[in-house]
């Protein structure tokens, strides 16, 4: 069937009933509990209603918005409450949480994993109704995310050996173990709003800091089940939820200068400006992964089956709403033409859908502006002489667009510079590989690029190049995050400190050293305190 507005409006639901049994929301969550200073308490005050991207069929073919819940709009009054909490079960380092030993900190992250767990298909059913997720992915985050917390626990018991001795250098004995920043204030992103915001969210809980943890605007309810299980593994304070437009609450927690670390995965906008609000800039630690505009090159001798195959999965794979996503195809002109005419057709072949159909690709986008910026880039594109190359592309029925594949691209284009952030795949030709290297050059962004080729000298002169522009090269293979061992971090604006299992442990944490002059009387002063157990941080013990 041809795509059209009105075949993609039949994809939706009419009713309750057109919804698998096992996907149905009993009701709507109205959300009245916050997490405050270890207490879930009742919000009287405003809310936000949440409107899933999966809108309901009318009798008369038009779509309305449903509800699915809503959550509480704090003040900036109800936000400097949580801030004091988390200042509070900090105290300057001297808080229960900050004091505990290694061992005892992971023994409370790895109950709340337990607790969690036991709530996976809540969590798994709010995560696809809110940001329109496939039931697949749903689940494949939810499971990475288990997987992100268990090897962290893994590698802070590898640092925590590996730290357990004493270095003797120059007559003076030490031991350097790592300590915690303060206060974190977490902010995650919506397209992956339990995965990423955990992947900074645990590191920064497990080194010994407290938090305050704000939910991203779409993806806040799937957080609501995890609140008890804050509450009862960790204690009062050390976590402190903070609900609200960032605009209302987070400046005031900023200007406080009490926020120690910044974890956001957002925009470098909003990064640059709340550290500009701080009023003590070189006392906040910020871990920031930002922009991207991600580039595919593709040489004249690139297999072009498995480049089109990779080149689909990393331009649409959730819709293009990845931070990793190729958001730009530099093809050489010798192939460009076959390229995108194979890649038109494998776009073509993707089933728009609802996020609980099987085998669904494309489903609706949770933020309600972005159809209609999809929309205008592509007239955008049209007017500068690019053309729709796929059947159907751009099509929309509400929030559910089919991918649109542009050709050719080119500078001057909103496409060719802005991260589209969205199913839109635009292809530009190059003759020279100097072009396409002066693509990233210029570009604001430098998280990763795509090298497709086979011939060994080219690809290796490539990535001599653009390892010094971007943080990770892929060959002949699309970008992305994992696997969590590796370091995700990025150049220029798209990423400031690194998030990887091992480095986000660093991130959130700092080496701290205890030493002492080689005497007898010093030696024998450390062997009191460790053989009797005296200190958390002054230890041999082994954790296994």
Request: contains cysteine; glycine residues 6%; aromatic residues 8%.
């Amino acid at each position: 069937m041809p795509v059209s507005s009105e075949s993609l409006t039949q994809l939706f639901p009419p009713d309750v009933a057109a919804i698998p049994d096992a996907w149905r929301l009993a009701a709507p969550l109205h959300q009245r509990q916050y997490l405050l200073d270890g207490e879930l308490r009742e919000w009287a005050g405003p809310v936000q209603e949440v409107i899933s991207p999966m809108f309901e069929r009318q009798p008369d073919g038009t779509l309305k918005p449903r509800v699915i819940g809503s959550y509480p709009l704090f003040d900036e009054a109800e936000a400097i409450k949580a801030l004091d909490a988390a200042v509070q079960a900090y105290n300057f380092g001297r808080g229960e949480w900050p004091m505990m030993s290694v061992a005892e900190r992971i023994a409370a992250v790895e109950k709340f994993t337990r607790l969690i767990v036991a709530r996976k298909a809540e969590i798994v059913k709010l995560l696809l109704w809110e940001i329109g997720k496939s039931a697949a992915d749903s689940n494949k985050e939810f499971d990475r995310t288990i997987d992100y917390i268990r090897n962290t626990i893994d590698a802070l018991k590898d640092i925590d050996r590996d730290s357990s001795r004493f270095t003797i250098e120059e007559g003076i004995i030490g031991q350097i173990r790592r300590s915690p920043l303060g206060v974190v204030l977490c902010m995650g992103p919506f397209n992956y709003p339990l995965n990423e915001t955990f992947c900074m969210l645990i590191p920064a809980l497990i080194m010994g800091n407290t938090v305050l943890f704000k939910p991203p605007k779409h993806g806040t309810l799937l957080h609501f089940p995890l609140l008890a299980a804050f509450a009862e593994a960790f204690p009062k304070g050390v976590v402190n939820t903070v609900y609200g437009r960032g605009n209302t609450v987070v400046p005031a927690l900023m200007a406080s200068g009490k926020i120690d670390a910044l974890g956001l995965i957002g925009s470098s906008r909003v990064a640059d400006s709340l550290k500009k609000m701080h009023p003590k800039s070189n006392r906040l630690r910020a871990i920031l992964g930002l922009d991207a505009k991600n580039a595919a090159i593709i040489m004249p001798d690139a297999d072009l089956t498995v480049a089109v195959q990779e080149s689909l999965l990393g331009a649409l794979s959730f819709n293009g709403q990845r931070c990793t996503a190729l958001k730009m195809f530099l093809v050489h002109e010798s192939i460009a033409d076959e390229f995108v005419q194979r890649l038109a057709t494998e776009i073509n072949k993707l089933k728009p859908g609802m996020p609980w159909d099987a085998g669904v690709n494309i489903t609706p986008l949770p933020e309600p502006q972005k159809p209609a910026y999809l929309a205008e880039i592509i007239a955008d594109a049209e007017a500068y002489g690019a053309r729709v190359m796929n059947e159907g592309g751009g099509t929309a029925a509400g929030p559910l667009v089919y991918p649109a594949l542009l050709y050719p691209v080119q500078a001057g284009m909103k496409v060719w510079r802005e991260e589209q952030f969205g199913p839109v795949v635009p292809v530009a030709r190059f003759a020279q590989t100097e072009e396409a290297i002066q693509y990233l050059i210029d570009s604001d962004h430098g998280q990763q690029v795509s090298i497709f080729g086979s011939e060994s000298q080219e690809v290796a002169d490539l990535i001599d190049q653009l390892v010094n522009q971007v943080s990770r090269v892929n060959l002949n293979a699309q970008c992305q995050r994992g696997p969590d061992t590796f370091p995700f971090t990025g150049r220029k604006d798209s990423a400031e400190g690194t998030l990887s299992v091992n480095d986000a442990l660093r991130s959130f944490s700092i080496r701290t050293v205890v030493a002492t002059k080689l005497t007898d009387a010093n030696k024998h002063l450390l062997n009191e305190i460790v053989d009797g157990q005296e200190s958390s941080f002054l230890s041999t013990r082994f954790i296994l």
